[in-house]
């Protein structure tokens, strides 16, 4: 049953901590909340247990109990104030606004939004955190898995393991047979993802810590601070895990450059062409025929093709953003036999037209590419011998990489990448490549050539 336990923090606040297991089973999962008062701790219990040891109906995780917050004259909840803050951020795009409150309407607020600004403590943002940890990821949450028809199910048996059958159209008898031979198995569930830590660290960061650091200032007339401290001093995220950028190494550019080929010919120039600029996604779509000039070897990012908000519907769209990100238009230079495959690519086309088109002629469709096009090309290189996660962003870091491997200067690297910051690009400095590897074994190769000759070890000219 729901036992109630009795916290007290460093600065003397008392807490009382309801828990209690799901469903009351004695292996079953823990669940608890947080309340400020004995008072609603029991009453809270009280429902625990009516409710057959689960939640009450109607109590969130982070409703912290049944209390009402009474909030002080002059103090605003979180939710009304974050979404006054949201509004006047005139720093942020209308796109950036829309999403840090979308991001707080959806993670935020239904777990600290009715709470008072100073009520919100490092205790509350902790459990917030571990609280965003537990929950399904949006593909997980939005697109449950279908149920299968005999036919798919047929199907995905089959290519599992390795029989002939055809992707699209009816499942042949002899393969419905065999099928329904082997017991009929259906495909392995896809396990249920969570929020990454990097999930709740951008959402701390744009649609937390923000609000409070804004409530230390003044007003626009001069009002005095809501708070003369904030919660997220001395708040730390849980730790995701470091993890290195995906990278293409040597032949592997080429697996993956032939399956995109071999799926869609002129998806495998965009593929190129992103490859060798280390243009973002965006830029790519959005350049168009002014911007690229074949004679001088450049490339001019001027522009990008983006998911923006319109304010006259308040819904996002897909839209050409006048600039790219950082608001830092940029050259990036080119060779020439890229530049004979991109002038052949555009022959025929207008100044205001997209080098690369979608089937219908106009920009290109993200979805449409990731779904029809790179989703199949990454699994045929999968069967090729290319188990890497590839993304358009791979095809980035690949470039900057490159750049760094050939000796090329950080701060070029920094303009030809559109870092706005230094520091982004430092981080490619960060982790060994095969070429960084054979850089550091050539250095150190006296020290090596002179222990051998010490312990008589017999040469070895491969130490790569």
């Known amino acids: 049953m729901a036992r109630i336990v009795e916290r007290t923090a460093k600065n003397g606040a008392e807490s009382w901590l309801v828990k209690w297991r799901v469903g009351g089973g004695r292996h079953a999962r823990e669940d608890f909340e947080t309340c400020y008062t004995a008072e609603v701790a029991q009453t809270f219990a009280a429902l625990v247990k009516h409710s057959g040891e689960n ?20 103090m605003p909840t979180f939710e009304k104030y974050a979404r006054t803050n949201y509004a006047i951020r005139t720093a942020a795009s209308p796109t950036q606004r829309y999403d840090y409150l979308v991001e707080a309407e959806r993670h935020v607020f239904p777990f600290f939004g009715h709470l008072a600004l100073n009520k919100v403590t490092r205790r509350v943002l902790r459990e917030w955190a571990e609280w965003m940890l537990t929950k399904p990821s949006a593909r997980n949450e939005h ?113 993956y450059l032939r399956a995109v080929y071999d799926t869609d010919p002129a998806t495998a120039l965009f593929i190129v062409t992103q490859m060798a600029t280390g243009l973002r996604w965006g830029e790519l779509a959005g350049l168009h025929v002014s911007g690229f000039d074949p004679a001088g070897g450049i490339i001019h990012v001027v522009q990008t093709w983006a998911l923006l908000l319109n304010e006259r519907t ?91 491997d050939g000796g090329v200067a950080p701060g070029v690297m920094q303009l030809v990448a559109g870092h706005e910051s230094y520091q982004t690009t430092a981080r490619y400095a960060g982790s060994q490549t095969p070429a960084q590897r054979k850089l550091i074994l050539d250095s150190v190769q006296p020290v090596i050539e002179a222990a051998r000759t010490v312990f008589e070890v017999p040469p070895d000219h491969d130490h790569s």
């Open 55 to 74: 939640r009450p109906d109607g109590y969130p995780k982070g409703c912290h109990g049944v209390e009402q917050t009474t909030v002080e004259t002059g």
């Open 143 to 255: 697109q449950p898995d279908k149920q299968l028809s005999s036919e798919q199910a047929a199907r995905l048996w089959a290519h599992a393991n390795g029989l002939p059958a055809k992707k699209t159209g009816r499942v042949s008898d002899e393969i419905l047979r065999l099928w329904q031979a082997a017991g009929s198995p259906l495909p392995r569930e896809r396990e249920v993802g969570t929020l990454s830590p990097g999930t709740v660290a951008k959402i701390y960061r744009g649609s937390i810590k923000p609000v409070f650091r804004a409530a230390m200032h003044e007003g626009e007339d001069g009002e005095p601070p809501l708070l003369f401290s904030t919660p997220c001093d001395g708040f730390h995220l849980p730790a995701a895990p470091v993890t290195a950028p995906a990278v293409l190494y040597g032949s592997e550019v080429e697996i």
């Open 314 to 404: 308040g819904r996002k769209e897909w839209q050409l953003k006048p600039y790219p990100k950082s608001k830092r238009r940029r050259q990036v230079p080119i060779g020439t036999q890229l530049a004979a495959l991109l002038l052949q690519h555009a022959r025929g086309r207008q100044l205001d037209e997209p080098i690369f088109r979608g089937t219908t002629g106009s920009y290109i469709d993200y979805g449409n590419q990731r779904n029809v096009i790179l989703q199949p090309a990454r699994s045929l290189a999968r069967q090729r011998g290319l188990s890497k996660h590839i993304t358009p962003h791979t095809l980035r870091h690949t470039m900057i990489t490159m750049l760094r």
